[in-house]
């Protein structure tokens, strides 16, 4: 059976023929739009000035010290996009600069509940798992410290898988809630 083409479908398929084939002519800024795919492949495309500051880690004399990074904001909310960039952890570029963390790889947001004159991060029981009571300080410090770049007025509760962050939960460290780090 043979189909039989409408005018109006002929001139439809004729049109984006002629549209497609004049396109190398168009002024387009080939440069920009290459560079914002590659922002867009690595989720960075975010409107100018919507960024967070996260702190990860960096060795300085054999210790630890804290460094705030800024990351895009992949988001509408500041808050849940800032614990997520904290969470994926340091990007290529920012590792080969010596940046790291002591939250554990794997460690999933669950949920945030932003109430009140308070703030309480859920988080996998992957946060709290292994590397001694340092670690787990440091991690502690790292959390409170991106969210107080968000609001520093509230305070600071941390949950594992649902339950409030304690000592049996963290390798034996002596945790008191809310968290005060941050400062």
């Known amino acids: 059976m043979q189909r039989k083409f409408q005018p109006a479908a002929l001139l439809l398929i004729g049109s984006l023929a002629l549209s497609l084939t004049s396109c190398s002519s168009l002024p387009f800024n080939t440069k920009g739009m290459a560079k914002n795919a590659e922002r867009l492949v690595r989720g960075e495309v975010v409107p100018s000035g919507k960024q967070v500051n996260v702190w990860f880690v960096k060795t300085k004399d054999n210790d630890l010290e804290l460094v705030s990074v800024p990351k895009a904001r992949l988001n509408s909310d500041a808050l849940k996009s800032a614990v997520e960039a904290l969470l994926q952890g340091p990007d290529n570029s920012e590792s ?47 959390l409170a410290r991106t969210v107080k770049e968000i609001d520093s007025s509230k305070q600071l509760f941390v949950s594992v898988e649902g339950q409030r962050l304690s000592a049996t939960t963290a390798d034996g460290l002596e945790i008191s809630q809310p968290i005060n780090f941050g400062g």
Do not use: C, M, V, Y
């Open 96 to 142: 080969e600069q010596g940046l790291g963390t002591e939250i554990p790889g794997g460690t999933i947001l669950l949920g945030i509940k932003n109430e009140g004159d308070s703030i309480e991060i859920n988080l996998s029981k992957r946060f709290a798992s292994g590397g001694g009571p340092t670690s787990i300080q440091t991690r502690l410090e790292q």
